[in-house]
Structure formats: C-alpha cells, structure tokens
C-alpha cells in the first residue's frame, strides 16, 4: 500500500513562491510515474506536471517556465516549486502516483491560495 502525504500550501501573494512537498510511504522506487494535479471548485482536476521513473518530466503550458517539478528517491518526496504565482494557480494540489503494478495512488490534497 502507497501513501500520499503532501504539504507545504498556503497564502501567497502574486508573484511569490511556494514548495510543496509529498512524502511517499513505503518506498518512493515501487511508483513508475508521479506527478501533481490540481483542482478549483466545478472543474476537472488537470494535470500540473509529472515526472517519470528514468527523471523525465513534462508539465502544462500554463506553467511552464514557472513550476518545477522534482523528487528526491532517498527521501522518499516529490516536490513542485511554484514561482512567479498567479492568482489562477490557486486550487487544491494533489500529489499523485502511480505504482508499477498498475494502481494509482492520490493524497489528501494541499490548499495554495494567491492573492492579487
């Protein structure tokens, strides 16, 4: 069983920053892709960025450029590095994964909120 545990939202003014971090139960090397989602009240959850098990990663054309996305395999976490905020990035963010064997794993989410 895989667990999800992010943290690191909050209040931020546009133009600021924010990390979130999402630390991995167990071990971090059972996940073949990982990434972050995010999701404001009425719309579908969209994909942020995501990164690959060989460290490849891709991430939406809205935050290129701002959001990076990395992990760290001996400390079982994945991070996103939000610069340059707006206020269309606030939603909830959702660290996700998915296990080798098939199975997709979400945690409880983090709130990022920017302030104009």
């Known amino acids: 069983q895989v667990q999800l545990v992010e943290s690191g939202g909050g209040l931020v003014q546009a133009g600021g920053s924010l990390r979130l971090s999402c630390t991995v139960s167990?071990?971090?090397?059972?996940?073949?892709?990982m990434g972050w989602y995010r999701q404001t009240p009425g719309k579908q959850r969209e994909l942020v960025a995501r990164?690959?098990?060989?460290?490849?990663?891709n991430c939406a054309d809205s935050v290129k450029g701002r959001f990076t996305i990395s992990k760290d395999n001996a400390k079982n976490s994945l991070y996103l590095q939000m610069n340059g905020l707006k206020p269309e990035d606030t939603a909830v963010y959702y660290c996700y994964a998915h296990s080798f064997w098939g199975a997709d794993y979400w945690g409880q989410g983090t709130q990022v909120t920017v302030s104009s």
């Open positions: 990164i690959l098990r060989g460290g490849s990663t």
């Open positions: 167990g071990s971090i090397s059972v996940t073949d892709t």
